[in-house]
């Protein structure tokens, strides 16, 4: 993987952390938008399948994570925000939470897509999905770049590489 996403950062009230990531990636909003909005094989490539997907507002959405098994594990929610082509937002059941994809033109043919992940939980948690994230994301960049991931050669590594450095 060679793909440099920069490290994310937190904002922590009570028991609720809001993750932040931004990057800024050399593809146009019109390929990174169904990448990061479910459309067709878009988020197994680079995060999960998308076993129920129902675009728009209030919409059913169940993830299945490939990296925990050969059938994963398949977690429901909503979309809780939608706007073709520029946000889309899942509230997932479980630690999960709420995830948010706004993505914009950057530059002549790039595009800023801002990652916000809320949760709720302590500390190892945050500290564990910014980890998670941070890869998630690398994948993105990979798959976009036509490098999607192998769910079956996956291995913890990297994301105990990352671990360590969301540790302070």
Same mark, same amino acid.
């Given at each position: ?34 990448v990061v909005a479910g459309h067709g094989?878009? #988020? ?12 728009? #507002?209030?919409?059913?959405?169940? #993830? ?7 059938d994963g594990e398949a977690v429901p ?62 994948? #993105? ?28």
């Open positions: 993987m060679n793909k440099v996403i920069e490290q994310g950062t937190s904002r922590t009230e009570g028991d609720t952390h809001t993750l932040h990531f931004t990057l800024h990636l050399p593809h146009p909003v019109e390929q990174v938008w169904p094989d878009g #988020l197994r490539d680079w995060l999960a399948a998308a076993d129920t997907f129902e675009p728009h #507002l209030g919409g059913a959405v169940a #993830l299945r994570w490939l990296n925990t098994g050969p929610g909503r979309i809780t925000a939608w706007d073709v082509e520029r946000v889309a937002e899942y509230t997932l059941e479980g630690f999960h939470g709420r995830i948010r994809f706004h993505v914009e033109p950057y530059g002549e043919r790039g595009t800023t897509l801002r990652f916000t992940n809320e949760i709720r939980g302590d500390d190892e948690l945050r500290r564990d999905c910014l980890a998670a994230w941070h890869l998630h994301l690398e994948y #993105l960049a990979e798959a976009l770049d036509g490098n999607p991931v192998d769910w079956r050669s996956w291995t913890p590594d990297r994301f105990e590489e990352l671990r360590e450095t969301y540790a302070s």
